[in-house]
């Protein structure tokens, strides 16, 4: 018997990581065994939250939940995903826009690191959640609150 732990890398800047994105957590745990959230710091990059708020966020989201890690990284996500071992990186496609883009990522990712990308449609309820729109309600002073995930939520069932 096989007892070799799946695991797979979700990466993303996740300023803030909202409902749309622990959806996708949530949906690659019923895939995986591990998974290994990368978080994005990039000293040239203007963020919203720090590195810190949007590591601790994620971590206190997934603190009661053993099958998830959460890491910061910078550099190419071939290269975490071969530091922690993953066998695929999960990306989440709301959009043919956001398919082409992932898409080209995902041949990268497999020349240059042989790994492979499984892309997974968003649910439509919560395809108009991004970051970007969070950021754009904020701006607007809007209450985009509806968009992050309640603490709690993402406990193992």
């Known amino acids: 018997m096989d007892t070799t732990l799946r695991k797979a890398l979700f990466v993303g800047s996740f300023d803030p990581f909202t409902i749309g994105h622990a959806d996708m957590a949530r949906r690659a745990l019923e895939l995986f065994d591990a998974l290994v959230i990368g978080v994005g710091v990039n000293p040239r990059k203007q963020h919203l939250f720090t590195d810190e708020q949007?590591?601790?966020?994620?971590?206190?989201?997934?603190?009661?939940?053993k099958r998830v890690e959460v890491v910061a990284y910078d550099g190419l996500a071939v290269n975490l995903a071969r530091r922690v071992g993953a066998q695929a990186?999960?990306?989440?496609?709301?959009?043919?826009?956001?398919?082409?883009?992932?898409?080209?990522?995902?041949?990268?990712?497999?020349?240059?690191?042989?790994?492979?990308?499984?892309?997974?449609?968003a649910d439509?309820?919560?395809?108009?959640?991004?970051?970007?729109?969070?950021?754009?309600?904020?701006?607007?002073?809007?209450?985009?609150?509806?968009?992050?995930?309640?603490?709690?939520?993402?406990?193992?069932?």
């Open 54 to 65: 949007r590591l601790d966020a994620i971590r206190r989201l997934y603190a009661d939940d």
């Open 89 to 121: 990186i999960v990306k989440g496609v709301r959009s043919v826009r956001d398919f082409e883009y992932e898409r080209d990522q995902a041949e990268l990712n497999r020349r240059l690191g042989n790994i492979e990308t499984l892309l997974l449609f």
């Open 124 to 157: 439509p309820t919560l395809a108009a959640v991004s970051s970007s729109a969070y950021r754009e309600l904020l701006h607007f002073h809007q209450d985009a609150s509806w968009m992050l995930p309640q603490p709690g939520a993402s406990k193992e069932g």
